[in-house]
């Protein structure tokens, strides 16, 4: 008999394209996942992946079991969820977000949020989020659009230049445009949880700007503020500005992101769940606005 572990299996495989990283994201040991996978396709007698040193990727049944698997997860998660909300309960909301998004920007779209729900808040990459969502295992995720990205189950909220922190009293803080070559002797920072970090080495690169680096850290609060602190400089949305630091466009350097929410459609649509989220959405493409027009204060 198929279980709803075969499917969640299967799925998590398919949105990862890989065992490891699959594993990884569903929480079992990768041999436990070769097994299930093994197991799933004893049953449906055909194997649905073609596996080789390189890449996994779909065989001609798996193929056609993934619709299937993908309608029999909503209906799971349908099931799992029916009868469970009653009258002034708050419905789950598991809401991934990437870690570069600003912590005043979270504060109010969780704030408003909260409102309605009971959150689960997770980080992790774009594309992992965004494989989360397709595979049912998020509700919401706030992620880089992509260019020209509008669906139904897209809300932008703004978009924002990449620019050059120096500290305030930087001999160039008083520039505003730079070329990158006149870089090539700071000490750079490091934000590892930037999206554009190998876009950015390869810019530099190309230009000879090889600089040292002081730090290298996941936390945007820590590299902004070792800037602020004059012991380098870094690149960053300028969304994440703080006290102490100025921004400085680079010549050429044009990267730009537009932050959004992406939903599950099944989810968005559950009879429990559709009232609450549109005041919800509502109240948040309103903050969306302000901070386009860079008028967004901390408090919401």
Request: hydrophobic letters at 45%; charged letters at 25%; one cysteine or more.
């Amino acid at each position: 008999m198929i279980k709803r572990s075969h499917i969640r299996q299967f799925l998590a495989v398919v949105d990862a394209g890989s065992f490891t990283r699959a594993a990884q994201q569903i929480r079992v040991t990768q041999p436990a996942l070769s097994t299930g996978i093994a197991d799933l396709e004893r049953l449906v007698g055909a194997p649905l992946f073609i596996r080789n040193r390189r890449q996994i990727r779909l065989a001609e049944a798996g193929g056609r079991f993934l619709p299937i698997a993908r309608d029999l997860e909503r209906g799971f998660r349908a099931a799992d969820g029916f009868g469970r909300v009653e009258e002034g309960d708050k419905p789950l909301l598991r809401l991934g977000t990437i870690r570069s998004v600003p912590g005043e920007v979270l504060q109010n779209i969780a704030g408003l949020l909260a409102r309605d729900f009971g959150l689960e808040i997770g980080e992790n990459s774009e594309s992992e989020l965004r494989a989360a969502i397709h595979g049912g295992r998020l509700h919401m995720a706030i992620v880089p659009l992509r260019p020209g990205e509008r669906a139904p189950d897209v809300v932008p909220l703004y978009d924002e230049p990449f620019v050059m922190f120096v500290a305030a009293d930087h001999p160039l803080a008083g520039r505003g445009e730079v070329d990158p070559e006149e870089l090539a002797s700071e000490t750079m920072i490091a934000r590892r949880s930037c999206e554009l970090l190998d876009a950015t080495s390869r810019f530099f690169t190309r230009r000879r700007v090889r600089p040292r680096f002081a730090l290298r850290s996941d936390s945007d609060e820590r590299c902004l503020r070792m800037v602020a602190a004059g012991v380098g400089i870094t690149t960053a949305p300028v969304s994440l500005a703080i006290g102490g630091v100025v921004p400085l466009k680079v010549t050429g350097y044009d990267f730009r992101r537009e932050l959004g929410l992406v939903l599950d459609p099944a989810w968005r649509a559950s009879s429990a769940v559709a009232p609450r989220l549109g005041r919800a959405l509502e109240a948040i493409g309103s903050i969306g606005a302000e901070w386009r027009q860079g008028k967004v204060d901390a408090a919401g």
